[in-house]
């Protein structure tokens, strides 16, 4: 039983999922998406009236299994809740769970593959991953997408009289609920850790032999070409990682880390982008600092653009990181355009951490934050108390010129004469 609030760990997702490895027939479908919460599925079924995108996902179970395979299945798993530390790691537990034979489904066309139902089969889907920062709709016709795609993988295996249990997950949640199991705790938590915590995943790793040499993490890295098509590479970037970084050189001077993507979004075929670094010393500092110098874009071969780049340094020893890189004017790290194919180009990249020298056991070291020690905020703090400081301190002088008489008048007496010359 998995109470309401619950959220299943690693190793309780294990247990629940015990009963797939000791069939007789241990065929599975892993469907993967990049991000999927329980109250997507009544959120988009009810707030589009009869436009449900989850025609082949049974709604009212939510999560796991599928409509048509319901119908014959004996059981059913509803997890509503499951940590993303463990849907992370799912693919790796269920091959080390048995003796699989394991099988990546290219083109979601399951019709050509033999599969030889005597032996365990596992067969990994991975679906197209869902727009980001568009309206709902776009989601809502992506999800549409992805669940066609399931109804057409799950009919081909059927037709081949092929038994198959199926896991629906997605590498992180769509969005972030208030946790529940900690209600006994009796204290305040900030949202913003927990978001954190469930969104992160590992950085991206180019290695020389058995070292790393450049780590790359971002948890939103978006494009925009023409203010228009826009183009989400966190998920192929660091969940599935299908991007080619083949291309990437390292040395000790320089660095170049090269990002290949195929088909990215319809319209273009091919889309590299270059993040270009150099170690060097300064005498100034006495020490070296690593730069990261220009990003270049390249389109379908042809259409270049270069971007210089302004305040994302740090020594050599650390790496670097910012809330905000990206092509507005707003953001404490820039990308200005260096010729016209750039003024296409909006780019945005959320948390960005990089670093290109002098990893150790293949972590990020500690990181230099473009974020100075005199903000804004700090600055209006400054400039606010000098000014009440400086009239207290006016007003104390004024304070302290004050004077009495010397000489006070006596009514019994005669009158006070005072002098004109005193």
Not at 18 to 46: A, G, H, K, M
Not at 115 to 120: E, F, G, L, R
Not at 160 to 182: N, W
Not at 402 to 417: E, I, Q
């Amino acid at each position: 039983a998995v109470h309401e609030g619950q959220v299943v760990s690693a190793q309780e997702l294990t247990v629940f999922l015990q009963p797939l490895f000791t069939q007789n027939s241990r065929n599975l479908v892993l469907f993967l998406q990049d991000r999927l919460s329980i109250d997507d599925f009544t959120y988009f079924s009810e707030s589009y009236g009869n436009k449900n995108p989850f025609q082949n996902v049974q709604a009212s179970i939510y999560l796991l299994f599928l409509y048509e395979i319901l119908q014959s299945s004996p059981s059913s798993l509803v997890l509503p809740a499951v940590d993303c530390k463990a849907t992370r790691y799912l693919l790796t537990v269920l091959q080390e769970s048995g003796d699989w034979k394991l099988t990546n489904v290219i083109n979601h066309n399951v019709s050509q593959l033999e599969v030889n139902a005597s032996n365990p089969n596992l067969l990994v889907v991975r679906l197209p991953p869902l727009a980001s920062d568009l309206k709902e709709i776009s989601t809502l016709e992506a999800i549409a997408e992805n669940d066609k795609i399931i109804g057409r993988v799950t009919m081909d295996l059927q037709e081949q009289g092929i038994h198959f249990s199926v896991i629906y997950t997605a590498m992180r949640p769509s969005r972030i609920s208030r946790r529940t199991d900690v209600v006994a705790e009796l204290r305040r938590q900030l949202m913003a850790a927990e978001e954190e915590d469930s969104l992160s995943y590992p950085p991206l790793n180019v290695t020389t032999g058995n070292y790393s040499c450049i780590l790359f993490y971002a948890s939103n890295f978006s494009l925009k070409a023409n203010s228009s098509v826009l183009i989400d590479l966190t998920n192929a970037t660091f969940l599935t990682q299908n991007v080619d970084i083949s291309a990437s050189e390292c040395s000790d001077s320089n660095t170049t880390l090269s990002l290949k993507y195929t088909k990215p979004v319809n319209g273009i075929s091919s889309l590299e982008i270059r993040f270009f670094m150099t170690n060097r010393f300064y005498e100034v500092s006495a020490r070296k600092w690593s730069t990261l110098d220009s990003v270049e874009i390249v389109q379908d071969g042809e259409k270049f653009a270069k971007f210089n780049v302004s305040g994302i340094s740090a020594p050599a020893e650390y790496s670097f990181h910012c809330q905000l890189v990206g092509t507005s004017n707003h953001y404490p790290a820039r990308l200005v355009p260096s010729n016209n194919e750039a003024k296409n180009w909006d780019v945005f990249i959320s948390e960005l951490q990089i670093q290109g020298f002098n990893i150790i056991n293949n972590q990020f070291s500690y990181a230099s934050d473009c974020t100075g020690f005199f903000t804004p905020g700090i600055w209006m703090g400054l400039v606010t108390s000098i000014i009440l400081l400086w009239i207290l301190t006016y007003g104390i002088h004024m304070i302290m010129q004050l004077t009495t008489n010397s000489r006070f008048d006596d009514p019994k007496g005669p009158a006070l004469s005072v002098p004109q010359t005193e």
